[in-house]
C-alpha cells in the first residue's frame, strides 16, 4: 500500500529566506512522487516530478525536491521565498490510485 | 495550448435540485477524474473513468454521478441526494489510468455553494 504524509499542516516564512516543505511516503516499490501547488479558488499546478533518475529534481519558479530513499522523503525547497509562493502546497504518490497528501499551507510575510 | 477547462467557475445550488459541472479537455488524454476539495482538507475522489463509455466509483461517489460520452468531456452531476455539496471540485486527466509516473493535469475547479 501506498501513502503519503505532510508533516506541517501551515509553514510561514519571511520574503527572502529559505522554504523547506517536508513530505515522507511509504510505498512497496519505487514510486512516482509529484509537488503540486494551489493559489487560492484556482486548480492545482504541478511543480516537479520524481520517476527514479536524478534524486535531486529541479522544478518551476526555483523549487526544487530531494527523493532519499534512506528516509523515505521528498521535501520540496526553495532557497528564497516570493510573496508569490505563498500558496498551498500537496505531496502526491503517483500509482494506479494517485494519494495526496494533506495539503501544507505556505505563509510568505514581507 | 492544451488544458482543462471548467464551467461554471461558480454555481448555486437551490434545495432538491440537480446541478451539472462541466469539464472539457484537449490534452488527448484518456482518463479523467473527479476530486472534491473541502476547506483545510486534501482532494477526495469522487468518480473516475479510464475510457469512453466506462467509469468508476471513487472514495465518495455517495450523491454524485457521472458519464463519459466523449473521450473531451467527462461531466459530474451532483444530485439532490448528496446532503452537503459545498465544496470546491476539480476535475482532472492524465495519459492513461493507472500509469504512476505520469502527472494529473488540473482546471480550474468550480465552487458550488447552497441556496
Known amino acids: 500500500a501506498q501513502s503519503v504524509t505532510q508533516l506541517d499542516s501551515h509553514v510561514s516564512v519571511s520574503e527572502g529566506t529559505p522554504v523547506l516543505l517536508r513530505c515522507n511516503y511509504s510505498?512497496?516499490?519505487?514510486?512516482?512522487l509529484f509537488w503540486y501547488v494551489q493559489h487560492p479558488n484556482k486548480g492545482l499546478q504541478l511543480l516537479l516530478k520524481?520517476?527514479?533518475?536524478?534524486?535531486l529534481v529541479k522544478g518551476i519558479n526555483g523549487f526544487e525536491a530531494e527523493f532519499k530513499k534512506s528516509e523515505t522523503s521528498f521535501h520540496l525547497t526553495k532557497p528564497s521565498a516570493h510573496m508569490s509562493d505563498a500558496a498551498e502546497y500537496f505531496c502526491?504518490?503517483?500509482?494506479?490510485?494517485?494519494?495526496f497528501g494533506a495539503g501544507t499551507r505556505l505563509f510568505v510575510k514581507a | 495550448d492544451g488544458g482543462i477547462t471548467q464551467s461554471p467557475k461558480y454555481l448555486f445550488r437551490k434545495e432538491g435540485q440537480n446541478v451539472t459541472l462541466s469539464c472539457e479537455q484537449n490534452?488527448?488524454?484518456?482518463?479523467m477524474y473527479w476530486y472534491r476539495q473541502d476547506p483545510g482538507q486534501g482532494l477526495r475522489l469522487i468518480y473516475y473513468?479510464?475510457?469512453?463509455?466506462?467509469?468508476q466509483k471513487g472514495d465518495i461517489a455517495e450523491g454524485y454521478s457521472v458519464s463519459r460520452e466523449k473521450k473531451e468531456s467527462f461531466p459530474l452531476t451532483v444530485t439532490s441526494a448528496q446532503k452537503n455539496p459545498t465544496a470546491f471540485y476539480l476535475c482532472?486527466?492524465?495519459?492513461?489510468?493507472?500509469?504512476?509516473?505520469?502527472?494529473?493535469?488540473f482546471g480550474d475547479g468550480t465552487r458550488l455553494s447552497i441556496l
Open positions: 482532472a486527466s492524465s495519459l492513461m489510468l493507472g500509469q504512476g509516473n505520469q502527472p494529473q493535469h
Open positions: 510505498s512497496s516499490y519505487s514510486p512516482s
Open positions: 520524481y520517476t527514479s533518475a536524478a534524486t
Open positions: 502526491v504518490v503517483g500509482g494506479f490510485k494517485t494519494i
Open positions: 490534452l488527448n488524454h484518456d482518463a
Open positions: 473513468s479510464q475510457i469512453v463509455n466506462d467509469f
